[in-house]
């Protein structure tokens, strides 16, 4: 077995911080709640029960107390924000004026600007 690895097992613990897993070799790991899933886990013991299959993904091995950390997050895409349902534009998109607006607007701002700063 190596990190990297896509194992099996089934539960054969569940605490509220995460969960242990007997694998198909006999050893067992455990998932940690912060790698059960993407997301807010409200309730390990809602989710899981003694003698659920699992498919998980080696994530570490500690050699010198022999302990294995599995996920089963890591097996899952991550979904990022919320689907786009439409396309927002702060001007008329149909308009190809791009920057024709400020260009004639421009000489009018800046006469005014230096006017001001004149009457100062």
């Known amino acids: 077995m190596k ?4 194992l099996s097992g089934q539960v054969s613990g569940v605490q509220k911080y995460g969960i ?3 694998l198909e070799n006999g050893q067992q790991g455990l998932i940690h709640i912060s790698e059960l899933r993407h997301g807010y886990v409200p309730n390990v013991e809602n989710m899981y029960r003694i003698g659920d299959k699992v498919e998980v993904i080696v994530m570490g091995i500690d050699e010198f107390n022999q302990k294995i950390s599995l996920s089963i997050r890591a097996l899952h895409k991550q979904k990022v924000g919320r689907p786009i349902l439409h396309k927002h534009f702060w001007t008329n998109y149909k308009d190809k004026i791009g920057f024709q607006t400020i260009q004639s607007q421009r000489k009018r701002w800046i006469d005014e600007a230096i006017s001001e700063i004149i009457e100062k």
């Open 3 to 6: 990190i990297g690895d896509k």
């Open 20 to 22: 242990f897993v007997k």
